[in-house]
């Protein structure tokens, strides 16, 4: 079935007056769609690609920042068998021009002036596919002479009414564009099967009760699969999704949407434990001491409800009194209805997602890429394992290969890289597995867990083996730490290259009396660097002797995605940042 059809038209039979989306346009409040006008845009879009001579199989790209005109467009897309690539709204023109050249896209979605301004440039270059740029606000300008329209305009005239394009489990969907830590961004070919069997897998899996009745908050880019997948999953279930613009905005819009359900990195997860543990530890000896009581008694909470036990009534009172005094103030902070939070992107160390399973948020912590359509593991609502990346969904098997990789075969898996033949065969074994690039093992009770990316293990000139990700992952659980690249292939010892949380770091220099001028010489100062040293050995010390940060050197900006240092999901883009910082490296040793 396509895919669209099998979000849209259960629903829109089912309850066409509940909303469907919702969105927030500038100062304006948000707006919610009902399912029969959120269909009918899609529809109306839908009619005017066609319109626009847009036929089966032809691509559709959209190179735009989360709105509801994103979600549109993609459905929009999909309904008429076009093949839907999306596009960082972050991709500068290098980047941008090569998706929309390696794609061949006719027709693309803009949201903003600089994203606009990109593909005009490439609009009047001969040797291109790209025909028409639709532009989603009508505070850009345009040049209507060289194929522009607002999509206001360009959906104005066309009929609400559609027929779906028939399409079969393995027609392709969708290209996504890895976002490339290493080498050339390769097209993903996702069908309408994966997704379909994917989302049929995730409620097999967890038997939500009331599903109809959530609320997601959409934060993480749309372009990639995590977020996109878990918003189409949601819309699939009939549930409500609202759309964020600006995910620097989230704390603002958590306490505006009240979302009970919502994906996050781990860095999210990361800052509320340090920021919360923080604020826990500048209070007064009675206010930590209640704080310390109410967390042990969420953890004992939490236990038995993982493993399905009965609470006694004892227990239930301490609870009660503990979300009053301290749980209802942190769940407030986040908009007071956050049950239900799926984790990806990277590992997540077991201390954080304790915190929160005791606060009585639950954290499904999942494991996936974007060939296999984000999840291949994932926590249970019960019976999980802290510390690992869950039990496999149905349909999906894992195994471990040689070097302790990680394979998989299930019905998420791609159908390969679009126009990379060669790439694609180098990623599946022999008898049909593809090999995710990850090393990991799986427990005596069938919980994956992630070791790292095989190709960011590091051997030093001592032959031990350092997983810097886990590391790292240790040192950024602390509200002063907000990037970390770990340095050890061919090294004697471990190094890093640290950016400071500098909120934090402000508090400090005031509490210190520490002259702030530029970050790049207010690092020097020796308050600060003797402040880390004793930081990093605290939170290291359960660490061997050989996995131990023994230098490291402070960095006065933070790695930006604008820079190429950090792709547009925050994952670090180690080559580039150890080419470009290798004087800085050379010093410490």
Known sequence: MNLAEAIIQKNIEKHPIKSAI???????????????????????????????????????????????????????????????????????????????????????LVGEQAQYDICLELLQKEDNHLDTIIVSKKAVWIKKEFNSFYLEDFIAKSSPKLEFCPKENNDIATLIYTSGTTGTPKGVMLTHGNFVKAFDAHFEFFKFKNFEEELSLAFLPLSHVFERSWSLLCLYGGARVYFLEDPKNIAKALEEVKPTMMCAV????????????????????????IFDWALKTGWQTAELKRNEKPIPFGLKIKESISESLVFSKIKDRMGGRLWFLPCGGASLSPEVTKFFESVGIHITVGYGLTETTATLTLFPLTHFEHGTSGKPLPGVEIRIGENDEIQAKGNGIMSGYYNKPEETQKVFTEDGWFKTGDAGKIDDKGNLIITDRLKDLMKTSNGKYIAPQQIENLLTNNNFIQQIVLIAEGRQFVSALIVPNFEFLHDFVKKNNIQLTT????????????????????????????????????????????????????KVKRNVVLKKYADLIEKMY
């Open 22 to 108: 919702g969105f927030k346009k500038k100062e304006a409040g948000w707006k919610e769609l009902s399912w029969k006008k959120f269909s009918e845009i899609v529809f109306r879009t839908a009619n005017s690609l066609k319109n626009a001579g847009i036929q089966e199989n032809d691509k559709v790209a959209i190179y735009s920042e989360n709105s509801s005109e994103w979600v549109i467009f993609d459905l929009a897309a999909i309904s008429i068998g076009a093949i839907s690539v999306p596009i960082y709204s972050t991709n500068n023109a290098e980047q941008a021009e090569y998706i929309i050249q390696d794609s061949g896209a006719k027709i693309i």
């Open 266 to 289: 781990p860095r999210f997860f990361q800052k509320v434990y340090a920021g919360v543990l923080e604020k826990a530890e500048e209070g007064s000896s009675l206010k930590k001491k």
């Open 519 to 570: 970050w790049e010489e207010t690092l020097k100062n020796d308050k600060i660097m003797d402040f880390y040293k004793e930081k990093i050995k605290e939170l290291q010390s359960q660490l061997s002797d050989y996995e131990k940060v023994k230098k490291f050197t402070l960095m006065p900006a933070e790695f930006e995605i604008s820079t190429g240092e950090i792709t547009p999901t925050l």
